[in-house]
């Protein structure tokens, strides 16, 4: 199985700051999907921003951002202009390719945006 | 409202006792699977389906089964509940092409 690792445990954001959050993993597959949720206090899962293994670009969705370094295997995601509503658990998780569904999750990063 | 629903959103069990959580899809996606997430460590596979007839068993399989006879419904049982199953469980729900939906979330207290 893959294997996610996320080494922040929590970070404190000061509100309208920039965030990254890391995430890197380990596969030998050539193709694959990478993905960030983030699980408010409420618990639901919410898609943020995916990127496949074959893409040129990083992946961007709004304040979103994905800092993908293939031959490092990081996928860091960036929050730009941080607001109090993005507290919340992020987990960065990886899908192998072909027709592989299985999510690999990482253990989550928790951001606290203050005012 | 397209999307997956899981049943129930809260339970209680006592060491020992059965039950089943429900998850439903109406979007017509092949591959569905159940996630448990446990503090600190993220959310970890435990069964999965890849269609109508079809499950494989994830990385912690144990003490849970799951049938899938329809595309829409992968119901998730735990047979003899153990402290060690409280947590919080997910089903989602994929297709060639999709993202994956999730649902809600279903979480469970052995008692």
Known sequence: AQ????????????????????????????SYGLFWYKQPSSGEMIFLIYQGSYDEQNATEGRYSLNFQKARKSANLVISASQLGDSAMYFCAMRPGGNDYKLSFGAGTTVTVRA | NAGV??????????????????????????????????????????????????????????????????TEDF??????????????????STKQGAGYTFGSGTRLTVV
């Open chain 2, 5 to 70: 629903t899981q049943t129930p959103k809260f339970q209680v069990l006592k060491t020992g006792q059965s039950m089943t959580l429900q998850c439903a899809q109406d979007m017509n996606h092949e591959y569905m699977s159940w996630y448990r997430q446990d503090p600190g460590m993220g959310l970890r596979l435990i069964h999965y389906s890849v269609g109508a007839g079809i499950t494989d068993q994830g990385e912690v399989p144990n003490g849970y089964n799951v049938s899938r006879s329809t």
């Open chain 1, 3 to 30: 294997k996610i690792t996320q080494t922040q445990p929590g970070m404190f954001v000061q509100e309208k700051e920039a965030v990254t959050l890391d995430c890197t993993y380990d596969t030998s597959d050539q």
């Open chain 2, 75 to 92: 119901p998730l049982r735990l047979l003899s509940a153990a402290p060690s199953q409280t947590s919080v469980y997910f089903c989602a």
